[in-house]
């Protein structure tokens, strides 16, 4: 976006905004951070435990560890893209984030053969380097729909796209993962395979959001630049909508944040279907989450998005505890349905709580005259990160603990009883319980397009 964003809009009437062409150039950029979360989230764990012959305790610690720095390359990204906003614009930032992250993703699936210790320092420096990229494209691009349109109905269609295409990149970076590791043998030569085609899967799809964008307007006036200073840190802190809002995504985020990287290991060890039942999931439970955005669309405007985002909660708990159920009899059916029925959730999870972003980030401009759009942003994706760099962590400590046996070229031993109870418990309860308590926190948010009326109406008198 740059200075020339703020010429008038032409009608509605004549031409629906925001346009297909801009809801798909904003959208597919989600599909490249899908694809970079996930296939580090799902199969770093994976090729660290069952290729590299490592703890998975020491991949859940080198995971968490990025995230720390994680947490203040986000802040420090998302000032700086409010600072360079009215000048500039964000997407110089995407475009920088495209061509990291496709380093990093070389990086961490590419490794050379080496020693242990110097593995571990490879990776460690490979997951800080994705996690600048991932920061650097995520970050400001979190804050632009709330400068692309002040509309509730506006919002909630560009962010429908979003969703959309987050289905589209968990599939690639799930299914087509799957897929190609087990091509390539299952062992390091399909973990290369794949990572190169990630790679430059993801560099794709995120130039191609850097490009769809360039035409993007602005409804939001700029306001005065965050100044760091104390009085606009206790004007953000009063910002009890945000707060709310980052509590159920945090413990959504750690809800998925277990949820991804066990199911394939839960696959393998407890349902002994490996990497096609991966697939069979991934298909079943991204198609879901693509099919399920009109549905979502209609209830978020006849309910809510606070109550759409409830609805959605209630429906994943149950989902996630019938895998508590499942064991190698099951079958792919019982894959297809708990996939089925998880997706279609997870999409109206995902839709509603991105949608509220814009929602909080114009109440704080409103009521408060402060441009930080990109630090809102910023929290968000720090709030994301924290909260699958602590799934990740209950994951291989969890298993760690319980004596999980770590293998190497994809070979799998039997596990322990012991071993097979905390990947149960791991699958099921722990997620369900975050579920829980992000619902719980939901029932405080209070933030509606009426209050938003009313703050635009006594801005504007």
Known sequence: MTQTATLARPSRARTPYPPLGLCLGFGV??????ILLNTVSVYFPALMATVLGVDPA????????????????????????????????????????????????LMIFLAPPMGETALIAWMAAGLVIYSTGYSLFNVPYLAMPSEI??????????????????GVG?????????????????????????GCIMA?????????????????????????????SAADFRSLLENRPLFILLGAKLCQYVAFGVLMPI????????????????????????????????????????????????LAQAIMIPAVLTWYW???????????????????????????????LPDVIE??????????????????????????????????????????????NGALVEQSARTISALYGIKTLVPAGMLLLGAALLLFYDLDEPKLDALREKKAG
């Open 263 to 310: 199911t394939l290991l839960f696959l393998l060890n407890v349902m002994s279907v490996g990497y096609t039942g991966m697939i069979h999931q991934s298909v079943v439970q991204n198609g879901a989450v693509f099919l399920s955005m009109p549905v979502w669309m209609r209830i978020g405007r006849r309910v809510g998005k606070r109550n759409a985002y409830l």
């Open 29 to 34: 950029g989600t599909s490249g951070i899908s």
């Open 58 to 105: 020491v991949a859940g610690t080198l995971v968490m560890l990025s995230k720390i720095y994680d947490a203040f390359a986000d802040v420090a990204i998302g000032a700086w893209s409010d600072k360079v906003r009215a000048r500039l614009g964000r997407r110089p930032f995407l475009l920088a984030g495209a061509l990291v992250s496709f380093t990093s993703l």
């Open 170 to 194: 968990q599939l690639t970076a799930l299914a087509l993962s799957a897929w190609l590791i087990q091509a390539g043998g299952g062992g390091r030569t399909g973990y290369v395979m794949m």
């Open 363 to 408: 109440f704080d401009r409103l009521k408060n005259g402060v441009e930080r759009g990109g630090v809102f942003a910023s929290l968000y994706s720090v709030n994301e990160k924290l909260g699958f760099a602590i799934g990740a962590l209950v994951l291989g400590w969890g298993l760690s603990v319980a004596g999980y046996i770590a293998t190497k």
């Open 200 to 228: 430059v899967l993801a560099l794709a799809t995120m130039l191609g959001s850097w490009w769809g964008t360039r035409g993007a307007r602005t409804d939001a006036p700029a306001g005065t630049p965050h100044r760091l």
């Open 326 to 356: 499942a064991d190698a009899s099951t079958g792919y059916p019982g894959i297809w349905w708990r996939s089925a029925v998880f997706g279609f959730a997870s999409g109206g999870a995902l839709l509603m709580s991105t949608s509220m």
């Open 149 to 166: 349109t002040s509309n509730n109905a506006e919002r909630l269609k560009l962010i429908s796209f979003r969703t959309a295409f987050i």
